[in-house]
């Protein structure tokens, strides 16, 4: 079953489980900005609904991602679905209500889901409708200051955190590239504009991992590749500073 193929299934089958609640399905980040990697990325939805999830759509909702995965045990694509689902006015709100997650490690039911500065952008400028009609017009596109926010608390995650792997190279050039531009990109093309702009202290690296992000399955089997990735430290901390450093230019320009 193709990507395509295997987006619509689990629309169909969302829609058919919420089918009186009417539903409005999208698609987000990396496979809505044209960058998923198989191998690396998640599929990235969000369902928002008229009313209220009630008991019985929320437990056929949290039990459909391993259905659908069960009907399809050869699919690549099914257990990579990820998102919230919860009626629009409650998203809208950002208040407490019977709301459905998939997540990395698994479903829940939940009180709450909201999304980040980042998120956002990324729904309202690339966001594609999948099913039913599409509500974006009531939602509130981020300020610039919620980016800066938003970027500053990925930094903090950056610094504690960064200490392995390409993706990071890459998630502080997407921060850096939204504080100068004021809007959220790809991270291939964030990673490739940093490249391109001479920004990133250790530019070899960098390109080591839009190497990987291109083909990560393919990488997997590079083990010069993965070893680079696993010894990347200093690169991400060293990148981290030109993020620090536009940070403080940002939050002074805005005083």
């Known amino acids: 079953m193709t990507l395509e193929e295997s ?10 489980a919420l089918a009186r609640n009417v539903p ?3 698609l987000h980040g990396s496979i809505a900005l044209n960058d998923f ?14 009313d209220e999830l009630t008991p019985l759509q929320a437990q056929k909702l ?8 069960e009907r399809f045990p050869d699919s690549a694509y099914f257990r990579l679905f990820e998102g919230g689902m ?7 709100a950002n208040t407490s209500e019977r709301t459905v997650y998939w997540g990395t490690s698994g479903e829940r039911i939940t009180n709450n889901y909201c999304f980040d500065s980042f998120c956002m952008s990324e729904l309202l400028d690339s966001g594609i409708l999948l099913h039913g009609d599409d509500i974006r017009i009531r939602l509130t596109a981020p300020t610039y200051a ?3 926010d938003d970027v500053a608390r990925h930094y903090q995650t950056i610094r504690k955190h960064g200490t392995k792997g390409f993706g990071w190279l890459l998630d502080t050039a997407r921060c850096i590239y939204t504080l100068k531009a004021g809007k959220v990109i790809a991270k291939t093309a964030a990673g490739e504009w940093a490249l391109n702009e001479g920004i990133c202290p250790d ?3 960098l390109s080591l991992a839009l190497q990987y992000r291109r083909d990560p399955i393919a990488a997997k089997e590079n083990k010069d590749l993965l070893d680079a990735s696993e010894q990347t430290y200093s690169a991400i901390q060293r990148f981290a500073d030109v993020l620090n450093c536009e940070l403080e230019s940002a ?5």
Do not use: E
Request: charged share 15%; with cysteine; proline share 2%.
């Open 37 to 50: 990697k198989l191998g690396w990325s998640d599929i990235d939805i969000l369902v928002l609904t008229n």
């Open 146 to 148: 919620q980016l800066r």
């Open 86 to 92: 919860r009626s629009a006015a409650a998203f809208i």
């Open 203 to 205: 530019p070899n690296v």
């Open 24 to 26: 409005s399905i999208y």
């Open 62 to 69: 949290l039990g459909l991602r391993q259905i659908t995965l």
């Open 251 to 255: 939050i002074h320009l805005c005083r």
């Open 7 to 16: 987006i619509k299934t689990m629309a169909d089958a969302i829609a058919a």
